[in-house]
């Protein structure tokens, strides 16, 4: 078992001052061996059990991908759970590259699915220890070549939203470019998911050429929120904006157009992520520039007397050139995480008194990578996606999980998982006690060996 060393304690004031000490993470989840893998290009957690995309796998050919499962034992060790992809999965596919989870429902986005890059969404439910079964696979009905259908994906129980940044406004009489939709999906009986509306920029003043509304998406309860990080409201090109929906008689209606105070500066990307729980919505803008170009800033709203307000923003204590704070978000429980390309989280809760503070900086106990360029959180444990990680295979990448729990106002949940302690997986994982096992085993498709799967596969588009 490798023990990693925590950086420093250091000081930090993001709003109100406080202390934000270092943690490592565990377990680290390497969950293929092959080169070029990207195990971590997107992750999702929720109630004990993750899945974690690899869109470079060798699951049906070069590029086809897979996502692979982890459940959290009581003991609190994470344990591989099966790997899944469709029956139709060909090369250069990459089916894994968007995830979504909401209990045993995850959902997969395949932004490159088909020849023409059409993009395609599977519904996976979970229906055995090592089993997931496809419920749906789906293509929006208007979809055109290059649409990047499922580049973002959320879910929340009977509901999803899947974005499609480059899909055209086309009404018979104009056209727009790339300026982006998303497509909301609800639960049948069944299990299985039907279409429930579609969305975009209807006001042709604010519709313009490379919007890409869609970029990213979250969903929480009756409201999502939806990206348009290169378009623009009163404000310069690629300033950035979101909207706000929320379900009203089962229609999803638009309830609110998010941006920066003042309406931001040119290329901010106002909307590169976004994030959404109870009462609050985060936005990365990680190109804005903060004492140094592309440093970031992350801007929160909550929802107060029946309207979205602006409640905070935030940059990095340490704002390097290119550090993009805000590429990545994430939030739960009043309490938020903050992805960097300098392969770093923040932690920041919202005090008793409205201030958001820094508690803990998470870094890469590898140095080396793409540490955080995706994140999810279930208010109980983060998620951290490295793709490019190289410790068995080059880009081979691997996954994260970190307590989510640090703020002054969530005494002990910090201690849930020790610090130091590496969990790998799979084919080996290392205990508490420094022991490795997998489980049940077989050789998987990508070279490595993997957790034998009983898959029931159903075809999709």
């Known amino acids: 078992m490798r023990h990693l060393n ?4 250091f000081a930090a004031a993001l709003l109100s001052s406080g202390v934000a000490s270092a943690q490592c993470v565990t377990p680290k989840l390497n969950s293929t061996m092959a080169e070029f893998g990207e195990a971590g290009a997107a992750v999702a957690v929720d109630g004990g059990l993750l899945v974690v995309g690899e869109p470079g796998a060798f699951s049906a050919g070069p590029d086809s991908g897979r996502v692979s499962s982890y459940m959290r034992g009581a003991n609190g060790v994470w344990s ?5 992809w469709p029956a139709n999965l060909a090369s250069s596919d990459r089916f894994g590259s968007a995830l979504a989870l909401s209990g045993p429902v995850a959902l997969v986005g395949s932004p490159v699915w088909g020849e023409s890059d059409l993009g395609c969404v599977h519904f996976f439910e979970k229906t055995g220890a090592a089993e997931w079964t496809l419920r749906t696979a789906v293509t929006a009905a208007d979809a055109e070549p290059f649409d990047r259908f499922g580049y973002s994906v959320a879910i929340d129980g009977d509901h999803a939203i ?9 009404d018979g009489q104009s056209e727009t470019a790339n300026c982006g939709a998303a497509y909301f999906y609800k639960r049948n009986a069944d299990g299985t998911w039907s279409p429930n509306g579609k969305v975009f920029e209807t006001d042709p003043a604010f519709r313009f050429t490379n919007d890409q509304f869609g970029w990213s998406v979250a969903m929480s309860g009756e409201y999502a929120v939806v990206g348009v990080p290169f378009g623009r409201r009163n404000a310069p090109s690629g300033s950035g904006w979101a909207r706000v929906f929320r379900l009203v008689n089962g229609v999803w209606t638009e309830m609110a157009t998010l941006t920066a105070p003042g309406g931001g500066a040119a290329g901010d990307t106002f909307g590169m992520s976004v994030a959404i729980d109870g ?16 440093s970031g800033r992350v801007y929160i709203f909550r929802l107060s007397n029946g309207a979205w307000a602006f409640d905070a923003s935030t940059t990095s204590p340490a704002p390097f050139d290119a550090a993009r704070f805000g590429n990545k978000v994430a939030v739960a429980k009043g309490r938020a995480a903050i992805g960097t390309f300098a392969g770093e989280v923040y932690m920041m ?3 008793p008194v409205g201030l958001w503070t820094q508690t803990v900086l998470v870094q890469d106990p590898d140095a080396t990578g793409s540490f955080a360029r995706s994140l999810s959180t279930d208010g109980y444990d983060l998620a951290i996606g490295d793709p490019t990680d190289a410790e068995f295979a080059f880009d081979g990448g691997a996954a994260y999980i970190a307590p989510f729990g640090h703020g002054s106002n969530i005494p002990g949940q910090a201690a849930r998982l020790r610090v130091g302690d590496t969990f790998r997986a799979c ?9 490795a096992s997998c489980g049940s085993s077989g050789k998987s498709k990508d070279g490595g060996d993997g957790v034998t799967v009983g898959e029931k596969r159903r075809g999709g588009p």
Do not use: I, K, M, Q
């Not at 925590?6 to 304690?9: G, I, N, Y």
């Not at 899947?162 to 086309?170: A, K, M, Q, T």
């Not at 919505?281 to 592309?294: K, T």
């Not at 084919?427 to 022991?435: E, L």
């Open 349 to 351: 809760h919202r005090t």
């Open 6 to 9: 925590c950086a420093l304690p």
């Open 427 to 435: 084919t080996t994982w290392a205990t508490n006690n420094g022991s």
């Open 162 to 170: 899947v974005g499609s940044p480059r899909h055209d406004f086309n």
């Open 80 to 84: 591989p759970s099966g790997h899944f």
């Open 279 to 294: 009462e609050f919505v985060v936005v990365g803008a990680p190109n804005v520039d903060f004492f140094n170009a592309d």
